[in-house]
């Protein structure tokens, strides 16, 4: 018989009680491990055989409940489907296991999810649509209207996203990745009569996807590949098409790359912040750009800006390919 | 080691608001023996917001870029981090989705252009990386960079998400990434280890959500500040202008003087290598830098 290698691993393991604790602390915990084990194997063997009082959350064990998600090495992951080797691999053989997020920690690996749950909550998460109460044929949705959902359906609520996504971090009121690709999800089903009451929802200054800052850390932590940001893209294209669009600064900002490249082929980087600022908000960025033009950045005359070669094949392709109104 | 030739697509921002990124391009490129042909033809990528507002026109506009570095039959080069994001985002729907190629395609066909898929599309640090060698790089090296202490900045869209880039940035993990690191190291410097190096800018935002966009500025420096950093380094123009111009905003932001120089990874590569800052472009820095 062939013999198992473990590697000897320390687990650093954020230690905190609400009700009673001022700070939290980190106990070290050492263990040999095996290449097949998952981080939800090394919370179990700890509780189970080293300190009962550790408290985390675990369910199906199967990467479908979306309960057992905490950070480790500061990546949200699923305890449950993670295996601890490859993340030796990546962060070394002293691992840190937190919540998914420290401020919102109520006992050790526990965390109070409500904020994600009223941002769901928020969007309206279900089909909203007149339903007769005695239907005589079944409600048929094609196999093509079902793609149209782009796997946002697959979203567990696991909340690695939501709780890894540094827009949220920084402006609570934001509504965040996992309850956009939720909404995303309601508004690609061609069972929903919601109309335009969602999409002004996510569509709101400070809580809509405007505040995004396209980090793209929603894609790269989802344990089931949602792609929350590709939905958010998806949004942003429906608040368009939809008509719903507001004039605002945001959606200037979208709307001028189109307008400059048909000109020059380029961005026009100062252009941008003028027509997104709509003139008057530009005392805001005088300053930085008086400093920048001293330093050879910015041109004082905002409207000379390099030109692509080609500009007449450009502009033929710009007005033929795109329909989108504003 | 035969000539290492690339078609450069330079985006909008090393044309106009970091001239010294072009101006080290260039000057490392030729030390190194790197032919960049320019890719005068390319527009905008649409710097993952165009998108937004038509998808459509975003992805004809980035297939038209590709299609003039396969007509030169050769693997374009970005130096921007989004558009590195944006041109492979294009080419990974366009190559997984035949329907959508197609449709892409009977729009350039109206004037007279194909997208076949047939070219790579690289980042500068990864052609560095991967075609050029580390090791090649430091036998280059005549000014060690030793006596600093060097923050790493990676940016978002050169790692994440790492499905995209995974086949042309060596398959760099998003949460430990070590490009830039390896490459401080060959130019002879300290790199510095801190939390912020693989986080946002928030350059993105910068117009709807400047508070948000403040702070990760603000974070980000300071990271780099509280574990002695003397200067920063970043592959992305973007990144670049939001550390290097926003100090005053970010700080205000998080409460505290936040402002470091901050270098083009191209121009670190050029002091090692013994180019004057005057060819690098660091005159054109407004977090002035103080050590050359
Ligand atoms: S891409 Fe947008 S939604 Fe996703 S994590 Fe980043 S800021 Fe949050
Ligand atoms: S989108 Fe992905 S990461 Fe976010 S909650 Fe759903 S399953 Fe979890
Ligand atoms: S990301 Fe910026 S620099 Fe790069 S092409 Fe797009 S607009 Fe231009
Ligand atoms: S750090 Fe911010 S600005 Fe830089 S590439 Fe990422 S999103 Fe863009
Ligand atoms: S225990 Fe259910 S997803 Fe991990």
Known sequence: MSEIKTQKITFKVFRFNSETDYLPNYIDYELEVTHEEVVLDILNRIKWGMDGSLSYRRSCRHGICGICSVKVAGKAILACKENVLSLVAAFGTELVIEPLSIKRAMKDLIIDKGDFWSKHDQIKPYLISEIEEYPETENLVTPQQAEALNEADYCIQCGACHYSCPALEINEQFIGPAAFAKAFRFEADVRDEAGNERLNIINAPEEGVWDCVKCMECAEVCPKDVNPIEKITQLHNMVFSAGVAKNNIATRHAVYFKDSIAKHGQLNEAGLVIYSEKGYGMYKHLKVGARMIAKGKAHINPFIVPKSDKMDEIAKLVKSSSSAKF | ?292
């Open chain 2, 1 to 292: 080691m035969s000539t290492l030739k690339y078609a450069l697509f330079t985006g909008c921002t090393a044309r106009q608001s970091t001239p010294e990124q072009m101006m080290s391009t260039m000057a490392i490129a030729e030390k190194m023996g790197i032919e960049l042909e320019i890719l005068e033809e390319a527009t905008c990528c649409g710097a993952s917001h165009l998108q937004d507002f038509d998808d459509f026109l975003s992805l004809v506009l980035n297939a038209r870029n590709i299609c003039y570095a396969e007509k030169r039959g050769m693997t374009m080069v970005t130096i921007c981090n989004t558009c590195q994001l944006n041109t492979m985002m294009t080419k990974r729907r366009l190559d997984k989705d035949p329907e959508l190629k197609a449709r892409v395609n009977e729009k350039l066909a109206e004037v007279g252009l194909e997208y076949k898929g047939e070219s790579e599309i690289k980042h500068f640090l990864y052609a560095i990386i991967d075609d050029f060698g580390l090791e090649n790089l430091k036998k280059m090296v005549v000014k060690p960079l030793s006596q600093f202490n060097i923050a790493p900045f990676y940016g978002c869209h050169n790692i994440r998400p790492s499905e995209i880039h995974e086949e042309s940035n060596g398959h760099e993990n998003a949460y430990a990434p070590r490009s830039l690191d390896d490459l401080i190291l060959a130019c002879g410097g300290v790199s510095v280890n801190y939390a912020e190096k693989n986080k946002c800018c928030g350059f993105h935002a910068e117009l709807q959500a400047p508070h948000t966009a403040a702070v990760l500025t603000g974070n980000a420096i300071m990271g780099a500040m509280d574990n002695n950093a003397d200067w920063m380094v970043t592959p992305c123009p973007l990144c670049h202008l939001k550390l290097d111009t926003q100090y005053e905003h970010a700080s205000k932001a998080v409460g505290r003087e936040v402002k470091l120089p901050v270098l083009h990874m191209q121009q670190m590569i050029g002091l090692a290598f013994g180019i004057s800052g005057k060819e690098l472009g660091l005159q054109h820095h407004v977090s002035e830098v103080n050590f050359v």
